[in-house]
Nanobody, 124 residues
């Protein structure tokens, strides 16, 4: 069974940090780009960050650039999103997703697999 399982969300004060993890199974992890997306109430889903499969090239939304860092550990089939200097506007459900051609501005492309999401809440 294909699975993407997010963990690491929670409640944090503004200025704090969280590290999200996305553990993958059931598909060839190394072939896929992995993206982090988020959706807050009343807002469209936003591509936060993604990392390519071939060269570890990365993308960050302007809203998180300089604060978030994406990385992958292919040996563990896991992608991480280190989130620092969190702001209340970062509050959302965060999803990881896998696709063969996710990339570019907004991490666009066909999404093959989605995780279930993890809630991140940043208090003022």
């Amino acid at each position: 069974e294909v699975q993407l399982v997010e963990s690491g969300g929670g409640l944090v004060q503004a200025g704090g940090s969280l590290r999200l993890s996305c553990a993958a199974s059931g598909f060839t992890f190394d072939d896929y780009a992995i993206g982090w997306f988020r959706q807050a109430p009343g807002k469209e889903r936003e591509g936060v960050s993604c990392i390519f499969s071939s060269d570890d090239n990365t993308y960050y939304a302007d809203s998180v650039k300089g604060r978030f860092t994406i990385s992958r550990d292919n040996a563990k089939n896991t992608v991480y999103l280190q989130m620092n200097s969190l702001k209340p506007d970062d509050t959302a459900v965060y999803y990881c997703a896998a696709g063969l051609d996710i990339g570019g501005t907004g991490c666009t492309g066909v999404i093959d697999y989605w995780g279930q999401g993890t809630q991140v809440t940043v208090s003022s």
